[in-house]
């Protein structure tokens, strides 16, 4: 069936690099996601990558995406605190349909 | 108001009770999205509107039943709920996927519902 399996927790000194990891099953999906919620509030995207890419980098962000693994992480380089928040990546299968498949959402602590 | 608003942040209620989630969105977008969100396990997507008709309806149980009036407001009518139904439930919207090439969804803050 369709999953997507993340770790449920990492923990950072501030100023290094976090890298989240997300495994996913379908190989159809066109689109990668990742979304950030903070506390108290909703999911917000963060970046997305499209499936013909290795690699997208935005700023402090950069995915990479395995496809043979069918692995995606993101990596946030010099780590802040503003960054504790949880962390989802997201799968959008291409059938047609509105068909999201989330992960657990990996949470980030940054500590200072 | 800008974005996706939801309505009521928090709910407590009995398992006999009858209550409405209300999700607003004021961004012109035509699909709308139900998911719960329980510790430790993945964000569930529950249920999708798309120009008002339901596209995704995931073996919810009919405790949970959606409505879409129009393209800017979705409820979730809640009747005789369990104790495991208690969770975060929030509303997303997005552009219609035929005229995007990605997706971005909308998140509203979410409703806190505890089932007593």
């Known amino acids: 069936g369709e999953d997507v399996e993340q770790s449920l927790f990492l923990s950072v000194r501030e100023g290094d690099s976090s890298v989240i990891n997300c495994t996913y099953t379908d190989s159809s999906s066109t689109y990668l996601y990742w979304y950030k919620q903070e506390p108290g509030a909703g999911l917000q995207l963060l970046t997305y990558i499209f499936s013909n890419m290795d690699m997208k980098q935005d700023q402090r962000l950069t995915v990479l995406l395995n496809k043979k693994d069918k692995h995606l992480s993101l990596r946030i380089a010099d780590t802040q605190t503003g960054d504790s928040a949880i962390y989802f990546c997201?799968?959008?299968?291409?059938?047609?349909?509105?068909?999201?498949?989330f992960g657990t959402g990996t949470r980030l602590k940054v500590l200072a | 108001e800008t974005g996706v608003t939801q309505t009521p942040r928090h709910l407590v209620m009995g398992m006999t009770n009858k209550k409405s989630l209300k999700c607003e969105q004021h961004?012109?977008?035509?699909?709308m999205y139900w998911y719960k969100q329980s510790a430790k396990k993945p964000l569930e997507l529950m249920f999708v509107y798309s120009l008002e008709e339901r596209v995704e309806n995931n073996s919810v149980p009919s405790r949970f039943s959606p409505e879409c009036p129009n393209s800017s407001h979705l409820f979730l009518h809640l009747h005789t709920l369990q104790p495991e139904d208690s969770a975060l439930y929030l509303c997303?919207?997005?552009?219609?996927?035929?005229?995007?090439?990605?997706?971005?969804?909308?998140f509203g803050p979410g409703t806190r519902l505890t089932v007593l």
């Open positions: 997303a919207s997005s552009q219609d996927r035929a005229t995007r090439k990605y997706n971005e969804q909308f």
């Open positions: 997201a799968e959008n299968v291409d059938s047609g349909t509105y068909k999201y498949i």
């Open positions: 961004l012109g977008h035509n699909a």
